[in-house]
C-alpha cells in the first residue's frame, strides 16, 4: 500500500478556515505614571518582583541636614564634567548616604574623608550653593 499524497502546501487560509480580520485602528498604548512614592515598593508590569529594604532614618537633625545637603550636592555634580575629585567626592557622599540610611548616623571617620574629599574638589563646590550646605552640615558635626 503507497502512502496517501501530501497536500501542497497553502499560501494562505483555505475557504474553510477563517479569515483574519486586520483592523487598521490604532491600538491605545497603556502607560503608568508615578509621583512620588516614600515607604512603598510596587512592581508593574508582568513578571516583576519586588525588593523592598528598609533603612534607619536620621539619628538626628544635624544628620538629616547633612543628608539633605549631600543628596543635592550629588544632584548637582551630575551636571558637571567628571574629574578625579569628583569622582572621590561623589564615592564619598555615596558612602555618607548609605552610612546615615543603614546606621542612623555617619561616624567621625567617615565625615572626616568627606571633609576632604570636599577641600581637594574645592574649585567645583565651593561655588555651589549645595556644596557650601555640605560644608556647613560638616562643621556643626565635627565641631569646626
Known amino acids: 500500500m ?22 487598521r485602528q ?7 505614571h508615578i509621583g512620588s512614592v516614600t515607604g512603598s515598593a510596587f512592581a508593574v508590569g508582568d513578571h516583576n518582583t519586588v525588593t523592598q529594604h528598609q533603612h534607619a ?8 541636614e547633612l543628608l ?8 548637582d555634580l551630575a551636571r558637571f564634567v567628571t574629574s578625579d575629585d569628583t569622582e572621590v567626592l ?32 574645592g574649585t567645583v563646590t565651593g561655588t555651589l550653593a549645595s556644596g557650601v550646605a555640605v560644608a556647613e552640615a560638616l ?3 565635627l565641631g569646626g
Open 57 to 64: 532614618g536620621p539619628a538626628d537633625e544635624a544628620q538629616a
Open 139 to 141: 562643621r556643626a558635626l
Open 2 to 23: 503507497s502512502p496517501a499524497p501530501t497536500p501542497a502546501p497553502s499560501s494562505g487560509p483555505t475557504p474553510d478556515e477563517p479569515q483574519p480580520q486586520h483592523s
Open 68 to 75: 539633605r545637603a549631600v543628596q543635592e550636592l550629588r544632584a
Open 26 to 32: 490604532p491600538q491605545p498604548q497603556r502607560t503608568v
Open 90 to 121: 561623589d564615592a564619598e557622599l555615596v558612602s555618607v548616604v548609605d552610612e546615615i540610611e543603614t546606621s542612623g548616623a555617619a561616624g567621625p571617620g567617615r565625615l572626616a574623608r568627606l571633609q576632604q574629599a570636599l577641600t581637594a574638589a
